[in-house]
Structure formats: C-alpha cells, structure tokens
C-alpha cells in the first residue's frame, strides 16, 4: 500500500470531517463496506456490471453482427467459430446476446427512471397526508394493481402498437403500484417519528416535510424493491417478447429469441438455452445485489 | 464453605467490526452463590453481554474465551449445543426487559408458560397447564385460570413480567438471570415485581444476577453488587457498603443520581479515565 | 408582559382519542400554570397524560380547553408560525430525535431557513457551543454520535429560534446516569443564561427534585396535586397518591427524608 492509497483511505476514516461532501462520501464508503461484506452481492454486482460493460462495449465484443444472416451455417452448435451456436438463419447467438444486452439494459433503466419517481411521490404524499388524498391516491394504485401485470401490458401494447416504446411504457405501468404502496407503507409509520415532528414544530409546511425528509427516507427500501423487480422487469419483457409484442425481429430481444427459438428446442438446445441462460443470470445478478443492498443500506444497524 | 452455583473466569467477548476488533468485555470473573448478584453498569460496559454469554446466547458475530465458566459440575464453556438447550430453562432461566417484546403475541400467556414447562417435563398436556396454573397463582396473579387464556396485548407491563418469571421459574431453575427486567415498569409496579423476585428467590434458594443500569435500585435490593465499566469489574462490593465504595467510577455514578431528598445546586459529573 | 403574568396558562385542558365507544380520555380537565423562567414539572406514572399535555400545548394532540395561554397566545384554535419560533420542544429519545440522512448542520439550519431567519450560520455556530459540542460534527451524521451527543443537538436545534419556553419530554430517561448529569446541568446553566421557562415531563422523582420549582402530579390523566419541590422534598405532600409514588422511589431507592415538622 503506498502513501497515496493511506492518504485516501485516512480520509474516508477520519473523524474529522471538512465538509458535507466529505461527509457524504464517507457515508458512501461505509455503504459500500458494508455491502462488500456479503460475496454473494458482490458476484451480483460483478455480473451487473459485467451486463452494463457488454452493453457499451458491444461493437468491439461481438464477434459478428447480429443481423447477418448465413443460411449454411444454420443451427450450427456451440463450439468453433460460433461459441454459442447459430440460430435457424445462421445467425451468431453469441453477438446476438451481447447486442441485445443493450435492449434489456434499456428497458431496466427506463423502467426505473420512470418508475422510482412517480412510485415514491404517490406513496409518501398518500402516506403522509392521509385523508382523501390517500384514498383518491390509493384507489388508482390499486386499480392498476388489479390487473395481471402481463395482461396489462399486454393491453397497453395491443392498443399503442408492438414496439419496443411501447412495451417500456406498458411495464413501467405495471410496476409503480408496488413502489407507491411501499412508500406509502414507510411513511405512515415515518410521519410518527419524533424527528418529523420536530420539524412539523419549526412550522414546516406539509410540503416540505415530504419532499425533504420523509421521501429521502424512503428511497433506500424503494431503491432495494426496484433490484430486486428488475428480474421482474426483465422477465415481463421477455413475455411481451415471447409473445411478439415487444421488440419486433429481427432485433436481438432476449424474450423474442427465446420464441423464435421455440421450435428448434428439441434438437437444437441451445437457440433457446443460451439467451434464457442470460435472462436467468441477469435477474439472479440483480436479486443477489438487491439483497445484498438492502442490507447495507438498512438504517436500523445504524 | 458451599461451592457456588456459578463460577465465571476471566470472561472475555469480543466483536468484529468494520473498525477493527471491538471487546465488549474484558476478563470478568465472579462467583454466584445461592444470593442476589447486581451488576450495574452504563450503556456499553458490558454487563448485558456477560449475561448472554452465561448461557451461550451471544450474537453469532461475538467470540467467547473465558479461563472458567462453570455451572456446578459443568463446564458450560465447551457443551454441546444439545446440553445447553437443556440448560436454558431447566437450569438458568432469562428474564428480559420488556414483556412485550418476549412474550408471543399470537400465543395465550398461559400455554406459553405450560410450553415453557413441556420443554423440559416429559408429561401430558394436562400436567403441564394444571403446573402453569399453579406457577400463576405463585407469582400472585389473581384469578389464574382466567388469566391463562389471556393474551401479551391485553396485560400491562407488570401482569407481563410476572408471566415472564412464571414461565421462566416453572421448570425450577437453579439461576435466574434478570436482564433490565424492572427497567421498562412503572415505579408503583416495580416495586411489586421485585417483592416478587425477592420472595421467590429466597423460598426457592435460587441465584439471582440481576443486571440494572439503576444503581440506587441495586444497591437496596441485592445482596452484592459488581460495578462494570467498559468491559471489566472495576468494583465489586457488599450492596450495604456501596457509601463506601472506593473506586472513582463507583463514586462517580453515585455522585451523579439526581435524589430527591437531597437536592444540589450542580450534579457532579463523572470524568472519565481511561485508565480505569 | 411582566414576571407577574404566568407564561402559560391552561385550564380546563381535555385530550380525548378515540371515538364512541373506543374513546379514551388521555387528559382529564387539568389546569396548571407556570411563571416566566420558572422550571415546572409535569410527573407520573406511563399512561397519566402528561406527555399528552405537551404534546396538546404544541399542537399535535386535538384539545380543548377553557384556557390555553402560552407565551402570550390564545392556543386553542391553532399555532402561527411565531408561536414555534417562541416554544420548542425536546423529546425523549435521542435516537429518535434527529433525521438519520441529515448531517447535524443541515439539521440545524433546518428551523432557520424555515423561519427564514438571518444570521442562520452565527446561531448555528453559537448554538452548538451553547450545549458544549466541537464545531467539527457539523458534518457528522446521527449515528456517528452518542445518545447524549444527539441530545445536545436536538437541544441545540430547539434553540436556533431562540424560543422563551422549552418544552422537555423526559429529556434524559434514555441516557445514562453521567449523561443525564451532564445534561441537566446543561439545561440548567441555559436556563440561567437565556431566562427560559422549563415545562418538565418526567417519571423521575429524582430528576424533578433537582430541576424544578413546582411540579404537578398526574394519575390516569387527572391532575391530582401541584406542589413545591420544598414540598414534595420535606414530606409534605398532601395526596395520597403523590405520597405513594414518594414512598415506591423510596423503597429500593433513596433514603426517605428525616421527619420534618410540619406547620400546615
């Protein structure tokens, strides 16, 4: 370790703190630590990051593109040239994962940034305020939360469009109710705790109080749900692809490939085995970071 | 000279944290005999710790080294898991601070005290509800069968923690360990449970350790008191001699109790050295 | 407003929850009143009402009343802004009285840029020394703090409005014996320096007897006696109940008081 590294971990372990940011950063380290601790996170993470790196490098990864076709080298299996085999129109599997890693990393990251914001303001005001609020509030998640998710999306997509747009939208629809009665949850039993009172006796308006202590509060466990959804998430896409409502082929849409695949899984394994391989480790990856966060991000051990 | 029920050598526990090694506790050693033991400390001294270790109940994360820790002829040190679960209950029994966070909520108070009885009797259904009745009507519960059938949520922190010491003294334990067990009751209350414990302790020639961050509490119910602080006894006296404690840190917390009849204009505060 | 005008004046004051049959009565018609710069204490058993009571003055408890004087104001009908900036509260757990995810300062630059008070940064700064911490955990997060560190703070936070009455709602029973001295000396010196007035929950004799000037006594949510310290510290407690509680702290605590001759 030379003196470069004790200086910067001297400064993530010191009692003496110059400033917010240093303040915040430290806290980030602890989070951190605490979530290293747990090998079975860290391999989740690992393969997460592994998706993301794919996602980005992909055009100097994959060893073809993902649309040529080479009817001669049809259904050819793992192994020589094409280590993950071929599919029906001789298409490289291999590159076909790794480009279509970009489409599910996509649909994660859409779907969470639509997903988180509008979850966690319905919940907390609904939470917070109570009253009709909440029940005007809760009455429409719930309405949502009636439907199958796969049937609303299913819906959705029928009546926009088959796309891959569209089935985005359709899967956020069918994932913010969860998120709003998770912070819903959280802050009733929030909007009791002494610190929030406090605040409320400075003559803080409701407002406030929400937007600037009760949803930071919240973000942790909402941050934690949506991991551990993200399997959910990839799942329903694939669905929606599986059943031609999502990305439309030739595109390399890991639920698509698995249809399409289908037909050739008796003799030809792989065309369908390969891409739900990936689908089972992305959303393996995802659960086993989610936990792991979870627990590192639990305020109760602090 | 009566070997005691328990003796305890040089305990040491000690935790991993992401700061290094933290010891909760540092060489503690002591004797219980058939008396009532108070060890007082504050928040971190330890005195928690030592009880759990006592009957193996530390946190899986806590290491436990001790030169002795023995229960009459056992050494509880190196049992098996299956003999401290005989152990627990049978022989040592544990009362915690607040009933309703030990007592099961879905349960009748009254088959918890039965189950407790049934865990270590081998008996019918009935022997042990007739055995819970009886251990009811002993920590003076009025109209015990009627109260059998009650539930944690319908009693009060007092009528609780007499369920709690019938549960843990009906299958007639040697020790009693109680852990804060007055701290979460009313002053009016506490006074009863401790009538109680006292009253129990004596017809039934139990051990008590009881373990209290009260000191003023300690010092009038119990026979000796151990002083904790930071993980190791610093004093250990007759509960009647604490006037005449001699350590800084004794002084120190008796100096620092607010009392009521003896009003001063600033309370002394304890200076804390590390040397202790 | 002169030291002859009390600086809260309730009377009459009823807090009920509940409704129809599940309706329970928390605070039962109690009346009290406490001088500027007077430390009043509020004591009694889990369930008597007198954590109520503050938490009615401050408005988080539905109320009513025949008087509800604090600090001037006719509370009965709600709190403006300025009634906060001139009554703050503390509570009881310190680990329950900080925001987790906010660092110290922020926490107590809270109340200034809600009253949007000027020299924010000056109080900020003398507020901290006030209750005798390093400026240095301004960036430090709750946990990072012991419990009487967290106390000082929320002390620390109710005095960035510069408040008159302090309301205090068993500020010590979750600290350690040597805490709680170190933190009733602090209220006390701060009492000294700024001239504030104490309303004092606690369950502790003991605390009330070293603190207070007057207390109230409250069971079941009736105010049954209000008395003197010289009082309740000579034996000369009038209630049986009060004389109850004075005997169960004594028993397995302190040493009753020596017999004092008495001129009623």
Same mark, same amino acid.
């Given at each position: 370790?030379?003196?470069?590294?004790?200086?910067?971990?001297?400064?993530?372990?010191?009692?003496?703190?110059?400033?917010?940011?240093?303040?915040?950063?430290?806290?980030?380290?602890?989070?951190?630590?605490?979530?290293?601790?747990?090998?079975?996170?860290?391999?989740?993470?690992?393969?997460?990051?592994?998706?993301?790196?794919?996602?980005?490098?992909?055009?100097?990864?994959?060893?073809?593109?993902?649309?040529?076709?080479?009817?001669?080298?049809?259904?050819?299996?793992?192994?020589?040239?094409?280590?993950?085999?071929?599919?029906?129109?001789?298409?490289?599997?291999?590159?076909?994962?790794?480009?279509?890693?970009?489409?599910?990393?996509?649909?994660?990251?859409?779907?969470?940034?639509?997903?988180?914001?509008?979850?966690?303001?319905?919940?907390?005001?609904?939470?917070?305020?109570?009253?009709?609020?909440?029940?005007?509030?809760?009455?429409?998640?719930?309405?949502?939360?009636?439907?199958?998710?796969?049937?609303?999306?299913?819906?959705?997509?029928?009546?926009?469009?088959?796309?891959?747009?569209?089935?985005?939208?359709?899967?956020?629809?069918?994932?913010?109710?969860?998120?709003?009665?998770?912070?819903?949850?959280?802050?009733?039993?929030?909007?009791?705790?002494?610190?929030?009172?406090?605040?409320?006796?400075?003559?803080?308006?409701?407002?406030?109080?929400?937007?600037?202590?009760?949803?930071?509060?919240?973000?942790?466990?909402?941050?934690?749900?949506?991991?551990?959804?993200?399997?959910?998430?990839?799942?329903?896409?694939?669905?929606?692809?599986?059943?031609?409502?999502?990305?439309?082929?030739?595109?390399?849409?890991?639920?698509?490939?698995?249809?399409?695949?289908?037909?050739?899984?008796?003799?030809?394994?792989?065309?369908?085995?390969?891409?739900?391989?990936?689908?089972?480790?992305?959303?393996?990856?995802?659960?086993?970071?989610?936990?792991?966060?979870?627990?590192?991000?639990?305020?109760?051990?602090? | 000279?009566?070997?005691?029920?328990?003796?305890?050598?040089?305990?040491?526990?000690?935790?991993?944290?992401?700061?290094?090694?933290?010891?909760?506790?540092?060489?503690?050693?002591?004797?219980?005999?058939?008396?009532?033991?108070?060890?007082?400390?504050?928040?971190?001294?330890?005195?928690?710790?030592?009880?759990?270790?006592?009957?193996?109940?530390?946190?899986?994360?806590?290491?436990?080294?001790?030169?002795?820790?023995?229960?009459?002829?056992?050494?509880?040190?190196?049992?098996?898991?299956?003999?401290?679960?005989?152990?627990?209950?049978?022989?040592?029994?544990?009362?915690?601070?607040?009933?309703?966070?030990?007592?099961?909520?879905?349960?009748?108070?009254?088959?918890?005290?039965?189950?407790?009885?049934?865990?270590?009797?081998?008996?019918?259904? $009935?022997?042990? @509800?007739?055995? /819970?009745?009886?251990?009811?009507?002993? *920590?003076?519960? !009025? =109209? &015990?069968?009627?109260?059998?059938?009650?539930?944690?949520?319908?009693?009060?922190?007092?009528?609780?923690?007499?369920?709690?010491?019938?549960?843990?003294?009906?299958?007639?334990?040697?020790?009693?360990?109680?852990?804060?067990?007055?701290?979460?009751?009313?002053?009016?209350?506490?006074?009863?449970?401790?009538?109680?414990?006292?009253?129990?302790?004596?017809?039934?020639?139990?051990?008590?350790?009881?373990?209290?961050?009260?000191?003023?509490?300690?010092?009038?119910?119990?026979?000796?008191?151990?002083?904790?602080?930071?993980?190791?006894?610093?004093?250990?006296?007759?509960?009647?001699?604490?006037?005449?404690?001699?350590?800084?840190?004794?002084?120190?917390?008796?100096? $620092?109790?607010? @009392?009521?009849? /003896?009003?001063?204009?600033?309370?002394? *505060?304890?200076? !804390? =050295? &590390?040397?202790? | 407003?002169?030291?002859?005008?009390?600086?809260?004046?309730?009377?009459?004051?009823?807090?009920?929850?509940?409704?129809?049959?599940?309706?329970?009565?928390?605070?039962?018609?109690?009346?009290?009143?406490?001088?500027?710069?007077?430390?009043?204490?509020?004591?009694?058993?889990?369930?008597?009402?007198?954590?109520?009571?503050?938490?009615?003055?401050?408005?988080?408890?539905?109320?009513?009343?025949?008087?509800?004087?604090?600090?001037?104001?006719?509370?009965?009908?709600?709190?403006?802004?300025?009634?906060?900036?001139?009554?703050?509260?503390?509570?009881?757990?310190?680990?329950?009285?900080?925001?987790?995810?906010?660092?110290?300062?922020?926490?107590?630059?809270?109340?200034?840029?809600?009253?949007?008070?000027?020299?924010?940064?000056?109080?900020?700064?003398?507020?901290?020394?006030?209750?005798?911490?390093?400026?240095?955990?301004?960036?430090?997060?709750?946990?990072?703090?012991?419990?009487?560190?967290?106390?000082?703070?929320?002390?620390?936070?109710?005095?960035?409005?510069?408040?008159?009455?302090?309301?205090?709602?068993?500020?010590?029973?979750?600290?350690?014996?040597?805490?709680?001295?170190?933190?009733?000396?602090?209220?006390?010196?701060?009492?000294?320096?700024?001239?504030?007035?104490?309303?004092?929950?606690?369950?502790?004799?003991?605390?009330?007897?070293?603190?207070?000037?007057?207390?109230?006594?409250?069971?079941?949510?009736?105010?049954?006696?209000?008395?003197?310290?010289?009082?309740?510290?000579?034996?000369?407690?009038?209630?049986?109940?009060?004389?109850?509680?004075?005997?169960?702290?004594?028993?397995?605590?302190?040493?009753?008081?020596?017999?004092?001759?008495?001129?009623?």
């Amino acid at each position: 370790m030379n003196m470069q590294d004790k200086g910067i971990r001297a400064w993530l372990r010191a009692e003496d703190v110059q400033s917010p940011t240093h303040a915040a950063i430290q806290n980030l380290w602890l989070t951190w630590c605490r979530f290293a601790e747990n090998p079975l996170g860290v391999f989740g993470l690992g393969i997460v990051l592994l998706l993301v790196f794919a996602a980005i490098f992909v055009p100097y990864l994959a060893p073809y593109s993902p649309f040529d076709q080479n009817l001669q080298a049809a259904l050819h299996p793992p192994g020589g040239e094409y280590l993950l085999g071929t599919d029906e129109l001789g298409r490289d599997i291999l590159s076909r994962i790794l480009w279509g890693s970009r489409i599910t990393l996509s649909i994660i990251v859409i779907v969470s940034i639509i997903v988180a914001p509008i979850g966690l303001l319905v919940g907390c005001f609904a939470g917070y305020y109570g009253g009709w609020l909440d029940t005007v509030l809760m009455r429409i998640t719930e309405l949502f939360l009636s439907f199958p998710s796969l049937i609303l999306a299913l819906a959705f997509v029928a009546a926009l469009g088959p796309n891959l747009q569209n089935a985005i939208i359709a899967i956020a629809l069918t994932q913010w109710p969860p998120i709003a009665r998770l912070a819903r949850a959280e802050s009733l039993s929030l909007r009791q705790r002494d610190h929030i009172l406090a605040v409320k006796l400075m003559g803080a308006s409701n407002l406030r109080i929400v937007l600037s202590h009760i949803v930071p509060l919240c973000i942790p466990s909402v941050v934690v749900r949506i991991t551990l959804n993200m399997a959910g998430i990839i799942l329903t896409a694939a669905g929606l692809g599986f059943l031609g409502l999502g990305a439309q082929p030739p595109t390399p849409e890991w639920g698509a490939m698995v249809s399409t695949g289908r037909r050739f899984m008796i003799d030809s394994w792989w065309v369908v085995t390969m891409p739900g391989l990936s689908i089972l480790i992305v959303s393996l990856a995802f659960n086993l970071a989610g936990d792991a966060l979870r627990d590192a991000l639990d305020p109760r051990q602090e | 000279m009566t070997p005691p029920l328990l003796s305890v050598r040089d305990l040491r526990i000690s935790f991993n944290s992401l700061s290094g090694p933290f010891d909760a506790v540092r060489g503690v050693s002591f004797d219980l005999g058939r008396e009532k033991l108070g060890i007082v400390g504050e928040s971190g001294s330890g005195k928690s710790m030592t009880g759990r270790a006592i009957m193996r109940l530390t946190p899986h994360a806590a290491t436990v080294h001790a030169e002795r820790l023995q229960l009459g002829d056992l050494n509880l040190l190196n049992a098996p898991e299956k003999t401290m679960e005989h152990i627990r209950g049978k022989r040592i029994g544990l009362i915690m601070q607040d009933p309703k966070f030990s007592l099961n909520p879905v349960v009748s108070v009254g088959e918890q005290v039965a189950e407790a009885y049934r865990i270590h009797t081998k008996g019918s259904a $009935a022997e042990a @509800r007739s055995k /819970a009745v009886a251990m009811l009507d002993a *920590v003076r519960i !009025r =109209d &015990p069968e009627r109260v059998y059938r009650m539930y944690p949520h319908e009693m009060s922190g007092g009528m609780g923690q007499r369920i709690m010491i019938a549960m843990m003294l009906v299958s007639e334990p040697e020790i009693l360990i109680a852990d804060e067990a007055t701290s979460a009751l009313d002053v009016t209350v506490r006074l009863e449970i401790l009538n109680l414990l006292d009253e129990m302790v004596s017809k039934r020639g139990l051990g008590l350790i009881f373990i209290s961050h009260d000191l003023n509490l300690v010092r009038h119910f119990c026979d000796r008191v151990l002083i904790m602080y930071r993980g190791h006894v610093v004093e250990e006296l007759k509960a009647g001699d604490l006037d005449q404690a001699a350590h800084p840190y004794t002084r120190g917390l008796l100096e $620092a109790m607010p @009392r009521i009849h /003896a009003p001063r204009r600033r309370l002394p *505060v304890l200076k !804390r =050295d &590390p040397t202790w | 407003m002169n030291s002859d005008t009390p600086i809260i004046e309730i009377e009459g004051l009823t807090v009920r929850f509940g409704e129809g049959e599940d309706e329970r009565v928390a605070v039962d018609t109690a009346s009290f009143s406490v001088a500027p710069g007077e430390t009043f204490g509020l004591v009694g058993e889990s369930g008597s009402g007198k954590s109520t009571i503050l938490r009615a003055i401050m408005g988080l408890a539905p109320c009513e009343a025949t008087v509800m004087r604090v600090a001037g104001q006719d509370i009965r009908r709600g709190h403006g802004k300025d009634f906060y900036a001139k009554v703050q509260m503390v509570f009881q757990d310190p680990y329950e009285a900080l925001h987790p995810r906010h660092t110290i300062w922020r926490q107590l630059m809270e109340p200034a840029r809600i009253q949007k008070i000027q020299d924010a940064e000056a109080r900020g700064r003398a507020a901290l020394d006030s209750v005798g911490l390093a400026q240095a955990l301004r960036w430090r997060y709750p946990h990072q703090l012991s419990g009487g560190q967290r106390q000082r703070v929320a002390i620390a936070r109710a005095l960035m409005l510069q408040p008159d009455i302090l309301l205090l709602d068993e500020p010590t029973s979750a600290l350690d014996v040597s805490v709680q001295a170190e933190i009733l000396n602090l209220l006390r010196d701060l009492q000294e320096e700024r001239g504030l007035t104490f309303l004092m929950v606690t369950h502790d004799l003991g605390v009330v007897a070293h603190m207070c000037d007057r207390t109230a006594v409250m069971q079941a949510g009736k105010l049954v006696e209000t008395l003197s310290i010289e009082a309740l510290v000579h034996g000369g407690a009038v209630d049986p109940y009060t004389r109850a509680l004075i005997a169960a702290s004594e028993t397995y605590g302190e040493a009753p008081a020596k017999p004092h001759i008495q001129t009623i």
